[in-house]
């Protein structure tokens, strides 16, 4: 018998702990000066660069990496790649005595869990961690949260009216919807989603809703944009999304007949995700890397996520773009603070389940 790459067999473990979701509120307002924008100069240690390891894609975070040199003086190296293969790295050159990365940037906490749990995260300042609310940063100091995003059903407002929608997303398994919506069972947000199902509602109740899912012969994509674009075009009528891939695409053609669809609060559709920051243990420059997470909590890199990417800002204070519609944190779901990395098989039985069903054959 062949035995598994020490790699093979840490992502399956890390693979255990991704998952991991947190829920949002976008508050009202902002009681800090219009013209903050966040650290102003380097950090004690006098380092003018800080090494970023992002597990989001450069388009969505370089923008704001170059506006935080611009006010800054301090580059930023960047190393992009997915979240739990950089959550892998980390740990490799950590526990080889080379750690490279200064900061973490993960697309959802379960790479920073895993990562927690080898101890390969330093505490961040108290400071940092009180610019955002108790519900989006780790009960242990290790990591802050600093966007989010929402899971909606993207319609075709031309082919469908409000009316015609789901009330809730365990209604897209009724009969009526067959061939009529769109699915990416590959995506990391809809596994996301799909885990957070798994804790409030259980395993067999969450198989039998993908199961009945997949009876319908959804279309599926390989991710959330490409939904998007299919309910634009007609192609399908409906598709579970995250909610601010229609409001890029709606900036780009205002034309498009689509729109997004909430669904109740406490209803499993509205799971919400969120990016979380860590400074690497082991840094000898943790004061510039906490600058750098500061200025993603700044006015100015809330506004960023808030108006270009549109997502939810998460500083307190802060809120999200004009289109986008307000959310009351109490009021989404009730699975705050759940550990899902404690979940029985994480995103690995996750995965497994949405095979199961028949979703990805």
């Not at 997004?260 to 406490?266: E, I, K, T, V, W």
Request: proline residues 6%; aromatic residues 6%.
């Amino acid at each position: 018998m062949t035995t598994p790459h020490p790699r093979a067999r840490a992502r399956r473990l890390l693979a255990a702990t991704i998952g991991t979701l947190a829920l949002l509120a976008a508050a009202c307002g902002s009681d800090e000066p219009a013209g903050d924008s966040g650290p102003s100069a380097t950090g004690g240690s006098g380092a003018t660069s800080v090494t970023l390891y992002s597990g989001r894609t450069e388009d969505l975070v370089q923008p704001i990496l170059d506006q935080f040199r611009a006010a800054t003086g301090i580059s930023v190296e960047v190393k992009y790649g997915d979240s739990a293969d950089l959550a892998l790295l980390i740990e490799e050159e950590a526990a080889a005595d080379n750690v490279r990365a200064d900061v973490f940037l993960s697309q959802s906490p379960g790479s920073l869990g895993f990562l927690e749990q080898n101890g390969r995260l330093a505490e961040l300042p108290q400071s940092t961690l009180d610019l955002v609310p108790a519900a989006v940063r780790d009960d242990g100091g290790k990591w802050v949260g600093f966007s989010g995003r929402q899971r909606v059903v993207v319609y075709n407002s031309d082919l469908l009216s409000p009316a015609d929608l789901p009330a809730s997303v365990f209604d897209l398994t009724d009969p009526a919807w067959k061939g009529r919506i769109g699915v990416a069972p590959s995506n990391g947000s809809f596994q996301d989603f799909v885990t957070a199902m798994r804790v409030t509602e259980g395993d067999d109740a969450t198989l039998a809703f993908l199961e009945g899912l997949d009876a319908n012969d959804p279309v599926l994509y390989p991710k959330n944009s490409a939904i998007v674009a299919a309910v634009g075009r007609g192609e399908v009528e409906i598709g579970l999304v995250n909610h601010y891939y229609n409001f890029r695409a709606l900036e780009e053609d205002p034309s498009l007949p689509s729109a997004n669809h909430q669904f109740a609060p406490d209803d499993p559709g509205s799971t919400l995700i969120i990016t979380g920051a860590a400074i690497v243990d082991g840094t000898d420059r943790a004061d510039v890397a906490a600058q750098l997470i500061d200025f993603l909590l700044s006015p100015t890199g809330q506004r960023y996520f808030a108006e270009e990417t549109f997502e939810y800002p998460l500083a307190i204070g802060q809120s999200p773009a004009t289109a986008i519609p307000p959310i009351d944190f109490g009021a989404v779901g009730d699975v705050g603070g759940i550990a899902f990395e404690d979940l029985a098989g994480g995103l690995e039985a996750t995965r497994a389940l949405i095979a199961t069903s028949g979703l990805e054959s």
